[in-house]
């Protein structure tokens, strides 16, 4: 069989995969894993090759894009200090503590090498946690925080692993150059995404108006701030988050309709398929890592593993408590207004869904396989199998107990989107009734149609409905008119942070839908 039937035979494997998820509510991360080790078993597939630079630029930056772009920008600044402490401060402690134990078991192993292993599973990854999470009813907070920690941990994880590995290849390291690394890297990261993002949203305002051009264009967005970042020496991946969270705040107003419906079906679809390959790849290359080491050293890397594990879930939860509860605490004793500490049992759920994925994998398979003085890197066979063995244990055994817990819990999502949704609807509607009464004032509207509109303007404030398309050309243009009040109106709430992106963007959703149905059946195209 060719790579090409082998990568055809993955898609169909993922939408297989989907489906039976969907059937038996089970997290699709968790199946794609199992799937792509059920695969790795098949006589005569061909053993895959990975370049690790290659598939983290294929991957990482398009799936992080999406995420951002689809992030909640006001959602991020309320948990700005929950999501910081993860995504730094329990980045690095878990890093130390994963260090101190692989040490402890493996002490044939140097420190360097421990911490880079501590460096690579540190990091909770982005595509398995939403993933994993994307169907549990979860307050909004919770999946804020569990979202925003894996955007950025990527980041701290990323710079620690970098100085760590420097200091196995070289045999060097300093705390001064390794603090100032990674304020530069993150800086200058949110810097070149800022920088890249503003000059992508330049271009297609002036550009002529091409949904497929537009579309194209937003596709090639993440690996315009990944590069240049990577390039300059700065975290391509806190690049690729500050651009989606930008395009995430400037899109809706400079988009059209046709190319917002068309670009959310091409994202969604394309993270479907390279989330589907990703985690289908971590389950494919176990048997190739398991090949590459002693059969008698499989049994006590497995320990190792299962220690690791344990030791960053302990780790998690022991900081999760102090970390929410202790600035609240240090607040009120300053006298300062402070807000209501989280349940514990939110925070227990927000311990135990520290799942990794496919950035751990790749961060592993990059490792060289030489020092400086051309001496073979220790222990690089041992990391890459550890590393495996982590993401199998979490995306399996985790993934596979979080919508259980959630029900032992019982933790549920609260109302603060329907209610958000309901404001906004009715904002909308009376935008576009005063829009309505506007195009009847400057004599532009039939009477009859003007009637007939402003009816349906009122029906729908009463039931919150979506009104029949209008049935005549005459409504054509004053419901467009309505259309684009909604929008803006839509659009100012969530620029006034009284609606989130999420329900901002379900409202703007309909709106596109029938604007694009209009000029449909009427053709008056822009």
């Given at each position: ?21 969907d059937?038996a ?46 992030t ?18 329990l980045?690095?402690a878990?890093?130390f ?13 140097p ?25 549990l ?7 804020t ?5 894996s ?10 692993y970098?100085?760590?590995?420097a200091?196995?290849?070289s ?8 603090g ?12 070149v ?20 051009v ?14 240049p ?13 500050a ?9 809706p107003?400079?988009?059209t ?11 969604e679809?394309?993270?479907?398929l ?29 320990a ?15 900081l999760?408590?102090?970390?929410a509860?202790?600035?609240?605490w240090?607040?009120?004793?300053l ?32 490792l ?12 690089r ?56 009464e ?5 004599g ?47 659009i ?6 009284e ?10 959703q309909?709106f596109?839908?029938?604007e694009?149905?209009?000029?449909e ?5 822009e």
């Amino acid at each position: 069989m060719s790579i090409i039937a082998l990568v055809l035979l993955l898609f169909a494997a993922t939408a297989g995969l989907r489906l039976l998820a969907d059937r038996a509510g089970v997290p699709l991360p968790t199946l794609l894993v199992l799937g792509g080790l059920g695969l790795a078993f098949i006589p005569g597939l061909p053993h895959l090759t990975l370049d690790p630079e290659t598939i983290f630029l294929i991957f990482i930056p398009p799936l992080l894009f999406w995420g951002a772009l689809t992030t909640s920008l006001r959602d991020l600044k309320r948990n700005l200090r929950s999501i910081t402490l993860l995504a730094v401060g329990l980045v690095l402690a878990t890093m130390f503590v994963v260090a101190v134990v692989v040490h402890a078991l493996l002490p044939q192993l140097p420190w360097a090498v421990c911490f880079v292993l501590g460096a690579i599973v540190s990091p909770p990854d982005a595509v398995a946690v939403t993933a994993s999470t994307r169907r549990l009813t979860l307050p909004r907070d919770m999946l804020t925080i569990l979202e925003g920690e894996s955007l950025v941990n990527d980041a701290t994880a990323l710079v620690a692993y970098q100085i760590a590995l420097a200091a196995v290849v070289s045999g060097t390291f300093s705390v001064a150059q390794a603090g100032v690394e990674l304020l530069f890297t993150g800086a200058g990261g949110i810097a070149v995404g800022l920088a890249t993002g503003w000059c992508v949203g330049w271009v297609r305002q002036k550009m002529k108006r091409s949904s497929v051009v537009e579309n194209t264009l937003s596709l090639l967005s993440p690996f315009i701030a990944f590069i240049p970042a990577n390039a300059l020496g700065c975290s391509g991946v806190l690049a690729v988050v500050a651009m989606g969270l930008f395009f995430g705040r400037r899109g809706p107003s400079i988009l059209t309709a046709e190319t917002r419906l068309q670009g959310t079906a091409m994202w969604e679809m394309l993270t479907f398929l390279l989330e589907g390959l990703i985690f289908i790849l971590i389950g494919l290359q176990l048997p190739q890592v398991l090949r590459a080491l002693d059969p008698g050293a499989v049994a006590r890397l497995v320990a190792v593993s299962v220690a690791v594990v344990a030791a960053m879930i302990v780790t998690r939860m022991v900081l999760m408590f102090p970390g929410a509860y202790l600035p609240r605490w240090i607040q009120r004793w300053l006298g300062r207004a402070t807000t209501p500490n989280p349940p514990w049992r939110e925070l227990l759920f927000t311990g135990w869904a520290g799942i990794r994925g496919g950035d751990s994998l790749v961060i592993a398979l990059a490792l060289p396989y030489v020092a400086v003085n051309g001496a073979p890197l220790p222990g690089r066979d041992a990391v890459i199998f550890i590393t495996f063995i982590v993401i199998f244990i979490t995306l399996v055994v985790q993934g596979l107990t979080l919508a259980p817990l959630i029900r032992l819990l019982r933790i549920v999502g609260g109302k603060e989107e329907e209610v958000e949704e309901h404001h906004a609807r009715t904002a909308s509607i009376r935008a576009g009734a005063e829009a309505l009464e506007r195009f009847a004032t400057a004599g532009s509207g039939e009477s009859e149609t003007i009637t007939e509109l402003r009816k349906i303007a009122a029906r729908r404030l009463q039931r919150l409905d979506g009104a029949a398309l209008p049935a005549t050309a005459a409504h054509l243009q004053p419901r467009l008119g309505m259309i684009a009040a909604e929008r803006e109106a839509v659009i100012a709430l969530r620029d006034r942070n009284e609606i989130s992106d999420t329900v901002m963007r379900r409202l703007m959703q309909e709106f596109d839908h029938e604007e694009v149905l209009l000029h449909e059946r009427y053709g008056d195209r822009e």
